[in-house]
């Protein structure tokens, strides 16, 4: 019986992981003084095939950000077990990941940073076992999630670094 439990529960765990409930519409850049609003799919489309709406477009004379690095940026993946990662992330040092994360990758009205990152990292990995920013920023659990230009390219290096220094001792350690 409590097998039937268990696997019934997993299932229904793997759906709501597999489906958030709600996932970013929007992504506001904050560099500097400038703050440019483009659509979730805009900057999947830009990452995709590298073809800047005119937003995008606007954002990048403005900020004096390249194209290509904001798009390698957002492209670049992080090889990561979700199940792994998931544990990681819910450990005092991953608190302090997600602390450092959450200074470049934010919720709209502050807050609760831990706990969106944690699940859009979560989600980001399930798919495929690779984080990319654009996964990560589709899958944030708010409308909108402010990135700040100024920061995001270094948090993301430190998680990849994070990531890379922890990821042999830690499955020993989790499995």
């Not at 440019?36 to 805009?42: F, K, L």
């Not at 798919?127 to 654009?134: A, P, Q, S």
């Amino acid at each position: 019986m409590s097998f039937l439990r268990n696997s019934v529960l997993g299932v229904g765990m793997a759906l709501l992981i597999s489906t958030p409930a709600m996932a970013a519409e929007r992504v506001v850049f904050k560099y500097r003084i400038l703050r440019e609003s483009v659509s979730v799919p805009e900057l999947a489309t830009f990452a995709q095939t590298g073809e800047a709406s005119s937003n995008l477009q606007t954002y990048f004379r403005l900020s004096g950000q390249r194209p290509e690095t904001v798009r390698t940026t957002l492209t670049r993946p992080i090889k990561v077990d979700p199940v792994l990662l998931d544990r990681v992330l819910n450990s005092p040092i991953g608190n302090t990941v997600l602390d450092q994360l959450g200074q470049a990758i934010q919720t709209p009205r502050g807050g609760a940073e831990r706990q969106a990152l944690r699940a859009a990292l979560t989600l980001s990995a399930s798919g495929d076992n690779t984080i990319t920013l654009v996964e990560i920023l589709q899958n944030y659990p708010t409308q909108e999630v402010i990135v700040d230009g100024d920061r995001i390219e270094g948090a993301y290096r430190r998680l990849n670094n994070f990531i890379d220094r922890l990821r042999n001792p830690l499955q020993n350690i989790f499995r």
